[in-house]
């Protein structure tokens, strides 16, 4: 879920923050909250970091982070997303 709010500074920035889950082929779930992400409404692009929570199975006790970039295209809603980062399990 993400909780998105205008940055007060430039109207054409969303901050956002929330929690993502990534769930892997046999069904473990790694949890992540979203840190420190903006999305620019013109771009379509949008940067913020996921600080990784623990999860189920294998990702129980997981900590670590990564760097994220999402590039959407804003006609179609199309996104792609690259990460890089570390996760201790």
Not at 26 to 49: F, M, R, V, W
Not at 52 to 75: C, E, I, K, P
């Amino acid at each position: 879920m993400f909780t998105p709010r205008s940055c007060t500074i430039n109207p054409d920035i969303i901050l956002a923050s929330g929690d993502a889950k990534f769930i892997g082929a046999n069904g473990d779930e790694l949890q992540a909250e979203i840190k420190d992400s903006e999305l620019g409404t013109t771009t379509g692009i949008a940067t913020g970091t996921f600080l990784f929570v623990g999860g189920t199975g294998r990702f129980d006790q997981a900590q670590g982070s990564a760097d994220f970039t999402v590039t959407q295209d804003l006609n179609s809603g199309t996104f792609d997303v690259v990460a890089q980062g570390r996760i201790d399990y």
